[in-house]
């Protein structure tokens, strides 16, 4: 077959499901292969079995997806394909509990967000084209070995990922869309044609839940693309990083009346753009999270032995360290949404660049006396 085809197995006895799922998916150079049921999907599976991941309903009549998959791992042969379970009941955590047993890789609950959806499939289908690149190549073999190895573990952090992007795709994400589906319905039968005062406030209700979507969405995005972008690291100069945050953040800058110092950085192996996501990261939120004085921020870097040390101070409000861990966790807040906008994606966000980067990031906070963000760039 071509390295560049990735054929996809999509199981469902609906007919308007396995069409659905093509809707979404398309346009991104996938193959499809449909199954009504379960026993259609092995006899697919036992004829060709080059599929870089199987999206299955679970609740089929004769052979449901539990029994389906688990007859897939049986198989030598099969039991490296992914399956995604796909359902829109069993969403008890005895049921998904079972669903990993069985083999799944991931358990999406329905309406689940299209964007989502794809984000998840093209992980696997770049890990799949990875995999056939890496197959076709009989030339340093040790080295590629070595790269297998890697994707390997990528793949054991990218599932542990997906179990959170469930969590998303199931409350988080569904709050804001139930809200948006609830008002509409009120203003198509209450009001028809013409709004007053009250469904005027309907709408804005319908406005800040997309708008809240639109957020979630887009910081998912950027999230899942960090170890997607496969762009060699080079020297970058860190003061001009520094540079361009600061002209992007003016605004915000001037708005909060923030003073920054800068000391003189170092040149450093990176990716540029990430830099620039990490320290605006830091930055907005030593901004976000002001005390009652002016914010002040002080970013500096030292050099150890093996490492650059670079450290983000403000004179904010503080964090006790009990929640040093926590703070790095997608969708961790400790706040409310009315006291600090936001998606609560940031700090995950910048650990994810420092994890590419082979670093390590860190904070040293006390409650109404600031706090200081330490993160560390390997020198080679």
């Keep these: 077959m071509v390295a560049d085809e990735v054929n996809i197995l999509l199981v469902d006895d609906k007919k308007e499901n396995l069409l659905s799922l093509e809707v979404i998916l398309a346009g991104e150079?996938?193959?499809?292969?449909?199954?009504?049921?379960?026993?259609?999907?092995?006899?697919?599976?036992?004829?060709?079995?080059?599929?870089?991941?199987?999206?299955?309903?679970?609740?089929?009549p004769m052979l449901d997806g539990f029994e389906t998959s688990e007859l897939i791992r049986q198989s030598e042969k099969l039991k490296h394909i992914p399956i995604i379970f796909l359902t829109a009941n069993n969403n008890s955590a005895d049921n998904i509990f079972k669903g990993y047993k069985a083999g799944a890789v991931d358990y999406m609950l329905k309406p689940f967000v299209p964007e989502i959806l794809r984000t998840k499939v093209a992980v696997f289908a770049d890990l799949y084209k990875k995999n056939h690149e890496l197959q076709s190549i009989g030339e340093n073999l040790r080295e590629l070995n070595k790269k297998l190895e890697q994707r390997s573990q990528d793949l054991i952090r990218i599932n542990e990922e997906l179990e959170k992007f469930a969590y998303v795709a199931s409350h988080d994400m569904q709050e804001p869309l139930r809200t948006i589906i609830s008002y509409i319905q009120l203003l198509q039968s209450k009001y028809k044609d013409k709004?007053?005062?009250?469904?005027?406030?309907?709408?804005?209700?319908?406005?800040?839940?997309?708008?809240r979507m639109r957020n979630i969405?887009?910081?998912?995005?950027?999230?899942?693309?960090?170890?997607?972008?496969?762009?060699?690291?080079?020297?970058?100069?860190?003061?001009?990083?520094?540079?361009?945050?600061?002209?992007?953040?003016?605004?915000?800058?001037?708005?909060?009346?923030?003073?920054?110092?800068?000391?003189?950085?170092?040149?450093?192996?990176a990716?540029?753009?990430?830099?620039?996501?990490?320290?605006?990261?830091?930055?907005?939120?030593?901004?976000?999270?002001?005390?009652?004085?002016?914010?002040?921020?002080?970013?500096?870097?030292?050099?150890?032995?093996?490492?650059?040390?670079?450290?983000?101070?403000?004179?904010?409000?503080?964090?006790?360290?009990?929640?040093s861990d926590k703070i790095f966790q997608i969708f961790q807040r400790l706040h409310s949404m009315k006291q600090y906008p936001g998606t609560g994606i940031?700090?995950?966000?910048?650990?994810?660049?420092?994890?590419?980067?082979?670093?390590?990031?860190?904070?040293?906070?006390?409650?109404?006396?600031?706090?200081?963000?330490?993160?560390?760039?390997?020198?080679?």
């Design 271 to 323: 990716n540029y753009s990430q830099m620039i996501q990490l320290f605006q990261n830091l930055i907005s939120n030593a901004i976000k999270f002001k005390s009652d004085k002016a914010p002040q921020i002080n970013i500096s870097a030292k050099t150890t032995k093996n490492d650059y040390l670079f450290s983000v101070q403000d004179n904010g409000i503080g964090i006790e360290q009990k929640y």
């Design 195 to 211: 709004l007053d005062d009250e469904g005027n406030e309907f709408m804005d209700f319908v406005v800040e839940a997309s708008l």
């Design 346 to 380: 940031g700090l995950a966000i910048c650990l994810k660049i420092i994890q590419r980067h082979e670093g390590k990031i860190w904070m040293e906070s006390e409650p109404d006396k600031g706090t200081t963000f330490f993160f560390t760039i390997k020198k080679n």
């Design 29 to 60: 150079g996938y193959t499809f292969v449909k199954a009504n049921s379960g026993r259609e999907a092995l006899k697919i599976l036992l004829k060709k079995q080059d599929f870089a991941i199987i999206l299955m309903d679970v609740q089929m």
């Design 217 to 269: 969405i887009i910081d998912l995005l950027q999230y899942s693309r960090i170890n997607r972008n496969e762009s060699v690291l080079e020297p970058v100069d860190t003061n001009k990083v520094l540079k361009e945050v600061l002209e992007n953040m003016d605004n915000s800058i001037r708005d909060s009346n923030a003073t920054i110092h800068v000391e003189d950085l170092p040149i450093i192996k």
